[in-house]
């Protein structure tokens, strides 16, 4: 049923037999044969329901971040990680890349933590948060104008302040897809060929390297840290990707910060005591911290 | 023309393949010469702290002669294994006895409260770790190179350069790791109270 026959009134001599609507502009019809005024209610209507769904996930996502501080005491909202800020995270690690135009972190918690060195438990910071960041993305029409877009892109990341500073960074990434099939295998090879073939390892001490990734470390990361990003410098370690689990208790993202942080504790407790020990307990690193 | 450049093809390209296979030989048996260098100078610093560290547990613990005597017969067999014309499987073995003989005197310590409260003991036995950590790392680094210099070396073609330029086959140097067998001794100030698995909480 067309809504702008309610519209019409009776035709007129000078009118002829065409019927005249009162509101010419908002009764039109689109091409498809809709009247336009039901178009910018359906487009009011969505963007209503956009925004009230958005105001309730980030009002569910603040719930949960609450709860998630309320288990620990001590623990605490951040949006500077571990005293780290954005600035400073921003393209120094595969987890933080710097993007294109915006960048930061959201949804981050820290606290105090025991973490496992060696065997020995040792009081640290950690934080969990997600950084976000933008990429750009240009695109050609057939009349040859580009438009560029923004699309805003977000990793998982897990970080701990430690007692102590790793010489020389470390970083424990994904094999490209050539390197997979040992074409361009580069960084640090172990004695696994299934490790080389998973994880390219860039450090510039090959000793101190080769000291972290001892056999029983190697098979951990195979059997549950593919697909992750890991950094350590100076006295970080940060650990990028989703987790595999999840607390359910929790909503979205917010529901992913526990096992972030479980992820990261446990890939700490297993750095081999020899790797500790060749660095051994020194004062606090600088590299991270704003000049 | 055409002449030419399928000469170039056919001479040029497979000239260039044996340069780059070659160089690449050159690079895997420098990079093993210079890890071997480096294990061999921390077995030489593992040879030097060994006197120190009898002559301070005899000092408390005099009565165990014959562990002491192991020690330092053990020393001395590593030290004659040492130079290059010896088989690396026997300064191996010899590096294994030595291994096994500063494991048993550790292990003599512990019945001995003031040899551990030795802090010249403690010294030597803090550097002792370090070193042989350092010795295993390197070993492994070794190995890693000596494999994929050794595969290159047998596979088609590489091997025909490696025969042609006399690139012989090099051996893994295979000791017991020492460093697995310590204690994790890492140092650091331990935590005030509560364990790891206390402080979970917020990963319910």
């Known amino acids: ?291 | 023309m055409e002449t030419i450049l399928t000469l170039l093809v056919l001479v040029g390209l497979p000239l260039l393949l044996v340069i780059w296979s070659y160089n690449r030989f050159v690079g895997q048996a420098t990079s093993i010469d210079a890890t071997w260098a480096t294990i061999d100078t921390e077995l030489q610093r593992r040879h030097d702290l060994v006197p120190n560290l009898v002559a301070t547990v005899q000092g408390y613990a005099a009565h165990e002669q014959q562990v002491l005597a192991q020690v330092t017969e053990a020393r001395a067999a590593a030290i004659r294994a040492a130079p290059e014309d010896v088989p690396l499987e026997q300064q191996a073995r010899a590096e294994d006895a030595l291994t096994s003989g500063l494991s048993s005197l550790l292990a003599v310590s512990e019945s001995y409260p003031e040899l551990k409260a030795d802090s010249v003991f403690r010294d030597l036995q803090r550097q002792l770790i370090e070193t042989e950590d350092r010795i295993s790392a390197s070993r492994r680094l070794y190995n890693i190179e000596v494999a994929s210099y050794e595969r290159r070396r047998r596979s088609v073609p590489s091997n025909l350069i490696a025969g042609a330029f006399g690139f012989g086959p090099r051996t893994m140097f295979e000791i017991q790791d020492a460093a697995a067998q310590h204690a994790a001794q890492v140092g650091f100030p331990r935590a005030s109270g509560g364990s790891a698995a206390d402080a979970d909480g917020a990963a319910r």
């Open chain 1, 1 to 291: 049923m067309r809504v702008v026959a309610a519209l019409t009134v009776p035709p007129t001599p000078s009118a002829g037999t065409r019927p005249v609507t009162l509101l010419p502009d908002l009764a039109q019809s689109s091409p498809g044969g809709v009247p336009a005024t039901l178009i910018v209610l359906v487009v009011l209507a969505t963007v209503g329901v956009v925004a009230w769904a958005s105001f309730r996930q980030r009002a569910r996502l603040r719930e949960g971040l609450a709860t998630l501080i309320g288990r620990s005491p001590g623990w605490r909202l951040t949006v500077h990680p571990c005293d780290v800020t954005p600035e400073l995270l921003a393209g120094r690690t595969a987890a933080t890349p710097r993007g294109d135009r915006r960048y930061g972190v959201r949804h981050g918690v820290e606290g105090p933590t025991t973490v496992t060195l060696g065997g020995e438990p040792v009081e640290a910071r950690i934080a969990m948060f997600e950084w976000t960041y933008e990429e750009r993305r240009t695109s050609r029409s057939n009349q040859g104008t580009r438009t560029t877009t923004y699309h805003t892109r977000t990793e998982l990341v897990a970080l701990c302040r430690l007692p102590t500073v790793v010489p020389r960074a470390i970083r424990i990434g994904a094999e490209s897809v050539l390197g997979r099939v040992g074409l361009t295998r580069g960084g640090q090879q172990v004695e696994s060929s299934e490790f080389n073939r998973r994880f390219r390892v860039e450090g510039r001490d090959p000793r101190l390297t080769v000291q972290l990734l001892d056999p029983t470390f190697q098979q951990l990361l195979l059997d549950a840290y593919q697909g992750r990003t890991i950094h350590l410098d100076d006295d970080l370690v940060v650990l990028g990707g989703r987790p595999d689990h999840r607390d359910e208790s929790l909503p979205g993202i917010v529901g992913l910060l526990p096992a972030a942080r479980q992820d990261l504790e446990r890939l700490v407790r297993s750095v081999p005591a020899q790797f500790w020990r060749a660095i051994g307990p020194s004062s606090q690193g600088d590299a991270w911290r704003p000049s």
